[in-house]
């Protein structure tokens, strides 16, 4: 039974590049997650889909910040262009339904130079 | 912002003892879950107890929660090397159908 899969795991670029996180959900789940981490922050919500629909996106930093998901089982994350302050781990998770726990993916760890 | 807060940060206890995690949060919930985090990797979901609840157990995992307090505390018993990781509590709406808001979690180290 195959997670939540994240690519790639790491992932190392200059500044002002385009960056693109990409996620496969777990087939049949209806709702997506992207989450960052940060010593500094802890882990905060960035965007959720339920059904292919973003519903709330008001966790995305920035206008350089966008996600979308262009069908049911997978989605992008992408920065453009990067900063150095973007560095952090991203994750995905996605679950099920309502009462159901979140899945994660083991996140990608980015760095900005 | 973060809803939760754990404490303490960081806790290192003996194999077979208990350890004791507590979070507090500031809003009104439906739910609280609990995550772990091993290192390197995304996190786990452990258990959900529901506002209505006051404790609820899956196997050495044993939660409280306190809504007067607006607390919530998770015992893991007789503690294994494996149980090494951080633990997270987090708050939301529904539960999977809601972003989830974590605490900065409690880095657990258990010492063979």
């Known amino acids: 039974d195959a997670g939540v899969i994240q690519s790639p795991r790491h992932e190392v670029t200059e500044m002002g590049q385009e960056v693109t996180l990409r996620c496969k959900l777990i087939s049949g789940h209806n709702s997506l997650f992207w989450y960052r981490q940060t010593m500094m922050r802890g882990l905060e919500l960035l965007i959720y889909f339920n059904n292919n629909v973003p519903i709330d996106d008001s966790g995305m930093p920035e206008d350089r910040f966008s996600a979308k998901m262009p069908n049911a089982s997978f989605s992008t994350l992408k920065i453009q262009p990067s900063e150095p302050r973007d560095s952090a781990v991203y994750f995905c998770?996605?679950?099920?339904?309502?009462?159901?726990?979140?899945?994660f993916g083991d996140g990608t760890r980015l760095s900005i130079l | 912002s973060q809803q939760g807060e754990e404490d303490p940060q960081a806790l290192s206890i003996q194999e077979g003892e208990n350890a004791t995690m507590n979070c507090s949060y500031k809003?009104?919930?439906?739910?609280l879950q609990w995550y772990r985090q091993n290192s390197g990797r995304g996190l786990v979901h452990l258990i959900l107890i529901r506002s209505n609840e006051r404790e609820k157990h899956s196997g050495r995992l044993r939660v409280t929660l306190d809504t007067s307090k607006k607390s919530s505390s998770l015992l893991i018993t007789a503690s294994r090397a494996a149980d090494t990781a951080s633990y997270f509590c987090?708050?939301?709406?529904?539960?999977?159908?809601?972003?989830?808001?974590f605490g900065k979690g409690t880095h657990l180290i258990i010492q063979p």
């Open positions: 998770a996605s679950s099920l339904s309502r009462e159901q726990p979140q899945h």
């Open positions: 987090a708050t939301g709406g529904w539960g999977g159908a809601d972003g989830l808001t």
């Open positions: 809003t009104s919930i439906n739910n």
